[in-house]
């Protein structure tokens, strides 16, 4: 399976190498630009950027200048890094075209779950239906999940709790966000219900159930060691 690329934007080379290191390491390949120029320029010239990690403050060309001009284009999913966290500029990134946008100093491992998140909602949708990871697959259209080539049988819920955690995987998710999401708003319930379904998908998964992490006092959080 050919690696997705990632440009990142930044003038600083500490910031660069960080964000490579992390990103290569989860699966990504990566190319770096120190200016909004530059980054244009590898844009146009490779055509198979998948996103793009763009710093606001910048010589040459600022983000926000660069990201508009990427728009005239191109819907490439763009997540811009910045020191400020004044929402007015994070106003004007969602209205430039922003799809994410991080407050510096960040984690780069959230970074990244958050890249691995935004490509997986912007895919094709054909793609869309199958996720594959660390020997699980679940299939969306035919309702099915496979962990190392043998089925398992999950409930309704069991599944879109699976489909949910692996669709954010490294993002630790509350049962509060959990329960509106899989339960949906209107479910009139108690959180606990969702540790008694995780009890039972884990059991279910095996040894693969360890990929679903407790949170202390928060909720859960899915890893697994390969994409």
Same mark, same amino acid.
């Given at each position: 399976?050919?690696?997705?690329?990632?440009?990142?934007?930044?003038?600083?080379?500490?910031?660069?190498?960080?964000?490579?290191?992390?990103?290569? /390491?989860?699966?990504?390949?990566?190319?770096?630009?120190?200016?909004?120029?530059?980054?244009?320029?590898?844009?146009?010239?490779?055509?198979?950027?998948?996103?793009?990690?763009?710093?606001?403050?910048?010589?040459?060309?600022?983000? #926000?200048?660069?990201?508009?001009?990427?728009?005239?284009?191109?819907?490439?999913?763009?997540?811009?890094?910045?020191?400020?966290?004044?929402?007015?500029?994070?106003?004007?990134?969602?209205?430039?075209?922003?799809?994410?946008?991080?407050?510096?100093?960040?984690?780069?491992?959230?970074?990244?779950?958050?890249?691995?998140?935004?490509?997986?909602?912007?895919?094709?949708?054909?793609?869309?239906?199958?996720? =594959?990871?660390?020997?699980?697959?679940?299939?969306?259209?035919?309702?099915?999940?496979?962990?190392?080539?043998?089925?398992?049988?999950?409930?309704?819920? =069991?599944?879109?709790?699976?489909?949910?955690?692996? =669709?954010?995987?490294?993002?630790?998710?509350?049962?509060?966000?959990?329960?509106?999401?899989? #339960?949906?708003?209107?479910?009139?319930?108690?959180?606990?219900?969702?540790?008694?379904?995780?009890?039972?998908? /884990?059991?279910?998964?095996?040894?693969?159930?360890?990929?679903?992490?407790?949170? #202390?006092?928060?909720?859960?959080?899915? =890893?697994?060691?390969?994409?």
């Amino acid at each position: 399976m050919d690696r997705p690329k990632i440009l990142v934007v930044d003038d600083e080379e500490r910031m660069r190498k960080l964000l490579h290191d992390f990103l290569y /390491r989860d699966g990504y390949d990566v190319v770096e630009a120190e200016n909004g120029q530059q980054a244009l320029d590898i844009f146009f010239e490779q055509k198979d950027i998948a996103l793009i990690i763009l710093d606001v403050m910048m010589p040459v060309m600022d983000g #926000w200048q660069t990201a508009q001009n990427i728009r005239q284009y191109s819907k490439v999913p763009i997540i811009m890094l910045t020191a400020k966290s004044d929402e007015s500029d994070e106003l004007h990134g969602f209205d430039v075209g922003i799809d994410e946008y991080v407050t510096k100093p960040f984690s780069p491992r959230t970074l990244v779950a958050r890249v691995g998140a935004i490509l997986r909602r912007t895919a094709p949708e054909d793609s869309k239906n199958r996720l =594959e990871m660390g020997g699980i697959v679940l299939d969306k259209s035919a309702h099915t999940v496979e962990i190392d080539g043998k089925p398992i049988d999950l409930s309704y819920k =069991e599944f879109e709790l699976l489909d949910y955690f692996m =669709e954010n995987s490294g993002i630790a998710l509350s049962r509060e966000r959990i329960l509106n999401v899989v #339960w949906n708003y209107d479910y009139i319930g108690d959180a606990r219900t969702i540790d008694t379904h995780v009890k039972k998908l /884990r059991s279910k998964m095996g040894e693969k159930g360890d990929y679903i992490k407790t949170i #202390w006092g928060l909720g859960y959080k899915f =890893e697994c060691p390969e994409k």
